[in-house]
């Protein structure tokens, strides 16, 4: 299948990246956030696509539409950071291991230093690697972790 191609998701509150919480989630924007995703992607002769929606069903419906193309041999999987919806939402568990596509969890902060109520994740069982608390960076591990489990799987 090709490798070439990556799908990064936001969910909710992460288009105010940037004015949101700066102690925590620092002074850059989504935009920047995007930027940078498609410079990995670029270094490593791949591509993203990134999208951000606060709605749920939404993310849901992008996840299952990764699944069509993963297994057109279309998409390499998807990175995910799904905001407050990795702490409360059983349908994007259930979205991810129905599709079957890869995903890889990711939050900007070390969740497990915040709250309690950020400490499960529902996404995690169904994940196929988790990057937390490494800032923007962690979506370019991650971009890079996906790209190299595809490239891996097809030797
Ligand atoms: C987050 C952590 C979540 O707990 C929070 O609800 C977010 C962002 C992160 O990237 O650190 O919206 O996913």
Known sequence: MS??????????????????????YGHATLADLEALCHATAAAQGAEVECRQSNHEGVLVDWIQEAGVRHRAGQLAGVVFNAGAY???SVALHDAIKGSAVPVIEVHISNVHAREA?????????????????FGFDGYALAIDGLLRKARSANV
Request: charged share 10%; hydrophobic share 40%.
């Open 86 to 88: 990795t702490h409360t």
């Open 3 to 24: 490798d070439a191609k990556i799908l990064v998701l936001n969910g909710p509150n992460l288009n105010l990246l940037g004015q949101r919480e700066p102690t925590v």
């Open 117 to 133: 109520f950020r400490h499960h994740s529902y996404l995690s069982p169904a994940a196929a690697g988790i990057v937390v608390g």
